[in-house]
């Protein structure tokens, strides 16, 4: 926790302490009226590397945008020359054929090809303007502060709150923070939602840090950014994201959620679907950078592009997830396929159920979740970037060793495995002693399969194993580690009763230890105090119930 730290103003020491975060102070009221949790230092330091990452990709983007078009410029004026272009060939504003629809990464491509718009960034001129970022919730203004400070490259950094104490907190944190704050963040009093509607495809970075769901901000967000612009969004009601209401989890974010180890995975991909399915509202759809479990949240880095034809492969990302009732086993059944037939592509529905009424495996029921997002949720090449970035910069984040922990494991994952496997949880089903992870993956390698950690729980395994394989493999190790006879009726003992087809093979393979093991880099770390958790609302009384509540 490096530099953070707490002192006293001198004119108004009794009311006021000063915090420090990074490169910004902001001033606290004794009160605490205004919403400040030291916590989200994780998320702030996360969120700066992802911005920093953003800006130099933007920047390729934007150059090889250039190059492409130079390119084109030339190729049409030698066609010109040579008298090749027909007579009445028309082309739309970007250059397309008409009835070409091309998906654009920048501010190029604002507005579908079916409605080309005026856009921010003069068309044609060349020129990439610093990113605009909207901290749409953002209290204290210390994330706002810190972006404008931090980042170099950044652009306009608008903050807005509906509170009146907090819009004034910012202000005077603003003026606290010297010129390059007072230049570069600006602070409203507004209604996020209000504000985002009537800023349509103006921000290329918009960041939702809400008290609990974001659910309310998202159809607003998604239309007020720029075309590869980047929604960097929060969620902290883990309790109805994990399943502790599905009902609750549903009417949020359109989404079953299911009360099982891979919650906290599952949650990130119920939020990516419901992110979603608001941008395709808007003939828009998302690619995730990034998306993390931390703490007490999750978080999703995604950015935004329209397109009317990509938006129809929305329906191919997403899956719904049955999970046996008796055992471990658990089956993705994508919405939506496609046929493709000569060099035209067919979209029709996923062919189902996944799984019979009965779970193979132990012959118990399913409970069905989902949808959730089941395409990819990293993009490994911007992981491998934003990881690079903050170890060339270590001293300048506080939260260095969890932000740095936190996405090797991410660069380690399986990216194409949507959740994952519990190997104690797997032991527990057969009442089994454990193998050693070293041993099982090895088992799962040796068989032919890929397997990786997750960074959103030191126990959890994913591999693209097929259970019936998976099974094979413990019923494999049961074998030379006997059990207790258990009563016949329960999952365990239906697994162990049939024979294995797989013979494994529990030799230590090479691949066995992440690369993170073998290099012995932390991967998950302890808190670094008691309480490190979520905090309530501003100026809000704390009780022992309270203090339950969120613990
Ligand atoms: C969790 S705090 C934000 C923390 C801040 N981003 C940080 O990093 O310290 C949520 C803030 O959202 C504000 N808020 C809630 N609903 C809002 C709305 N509809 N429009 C604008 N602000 C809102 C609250 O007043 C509160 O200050
Ligand atoms: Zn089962």
Redesign the pocket.
């Known amino acids: 926790m490096g530099d953070d730290e707490e002192t006293k103003t001198g004119e108004e020491e009794n009311d006021y302490i000063v915090i420090k975060e990074g490169e910004a102070e902001i001033l606290m009221h004794t009160k605490n009226e ?4 030291k916590t ?1 230092v994780n ?2 330091d996360m969120s700066i590397a992802v911005l920093r990452t953003f800006i130099s990709k933007r920047k390729e983007e934007h150059e090889a945008l250039l190059s492409k078009r130079k390119k084109k410029v030339l190729k049409v004026s030698e066609d010109n020359d040579s008298g090749l272009r027909a007579p009445n060939e028309s082309t739309t504003p970007n250059g397309k054929s008409n009835g070409e629809c091309e998906e654009m990464p920048l501010d190029e491509s604002k507005g579908t090809c079916e409605e080309p718009e005026k856009t921010r960034e003069h068309k044609g001129q060349g020129e990439l303007k610093p990113p605009r970022v909207l ?10 502060i810190r972006y404008a400070r931090e980042i170099e490259g950044i652009g306009q950094v608008v903050a ?4 009146k104490a ?1 819009v004034e907190a910012c202000r005077r944190n603003i003026k606290f923070n010297g010129s390059v704050a007072s230049e570069k963040v600006e602070s409203n009093l ?6 985002m509607l009537t800023h349509p495809k103006e921000f290329d970075v918009i ?1 939702l ?3 609990g769901s974001p659910s ?2 998202l159809d607003s967000a998604v239309q007020s950014i720029a075309d590869g612009g980047m929604l960097m969004c ?1 969620a ?1 009601d883990m309790a109805v994201l994990c399943g502790g209401n599905g009902e609750v989890c549903y009417s949020k974010y359109g989404s079953y959620p299911l009360r099982v180890k891979y919650c906290h995975e599952m949650a990130l991909r119920i939020l990516l679907a419901c992110v979603e399915s608001h941008a395709n509202r808007y003939k828009r759809y998302i690619v995730p950078m990034l998306s993390v479990q931390m703490d007490f949240y999750v978080r999703v880095f995604v950015r935004i592009y329209t397109s009317a034809s990509s938006m129809k492969n929305t329906p191919l990302k997403l899956s719904y997830v049955y999970q046996c009732i008796g055992c471990d086993s658990f089956h993705l059944q994508p919405l939506a396929r496609t046929v493709s037939k000569d060099t035209r592509v067919r979209y029709l529905p996923g062919f189902g159920p996944a799984v019979p009424q009965e779970c193979s495996d132990c012959g118990k029921k399913y409970n069905m979740g989902g949808p959730i997002w089941s395409a990819p949720i990293h993009d490994q090449d911007w992981v491998t970037s934003i990881l690079a970035d903050v170890k060339s910069m270590k001293e300048r984040y506080p939260a260095f060793n969890r932000i740095s922990a936190v996405l090797t494991t991410i660069s380690e994952e399986l990216p194409d495995v949507p959740l994952f496997l519990s190997l104690h949880n797997l032991c527990g089903t057969l009442k089994c002693t454990s193998p050693s992870a070293v041993v099982f993956r090895s088992a799962v390698i040796n068989a032919g399969y890929r397997i990786s950690g997750t960074h959103v729980n030191p126990l959890g395994l994913k591999s693209d194993a097929p259970m019936d394989v998976i099974w094979d493999i413990m019923r494999c190790w049961v074998k030379n580690h006997p059990v207790k006879a258990q009563p016949p009726e329960q999952a365990g003992s239906v697994i162990l009763a049939k024979e294995p087809q797989l013979q494994a093979n529990f030799a230590r393979s090479v691949a066995s230890l992440s690369k993170a093991q073998a290099k012995k880099v932390a991967r998950f770390l302890p808190n670094p105090e008691r309480h490190w958790g979520p ?1 309530l ?2 100026a809000r009384t704390i009780t022992s119930i309270a203090i339950r509540a969120v613990s």
Not at 160 to 163: A, P, V, Y
Not at 190 to 195: G, L, P
């Open positions: 205004v919403f400040y949790n989200q998320n702030r901290e749409a919730l953002s209290a204290s203004g210390l994330r706002a807005l709150d509906n509170d907090s507004a209604d996020a939602r209000v504000y960041d840090d809400p008290y309310v901000f929060t902290t905090k609302r501003a």
